[in-house]
């Protein structure tokens, strides 16, 4: 059996963007996903983004962080 390795996409995209695009994909994600502003961090943190978030976070910056 092969064990998949989950590789943080996001996270990296997300550090490489300007504070003022950070703010708008937060903000974006936030007001679609109904999360609260201080789960964003942990979740960011820990790369505790579930599928479902993984796919509104694509759609808002128009990538494909799901392996």
Sequence with gaps: ???KVIKNWFKEYYQNLSEEERVNVRD???EQSGIVYSSWYGKLQRNGFTRL???TLGKICNQNFIN
Excluded: A, G, I, T
């Design 28 to 30: 974006k994600f936030l």
């Design 1 to 3: 059996m092969r064990k």
């Design 53 to 55: 978030e993984l796919l």
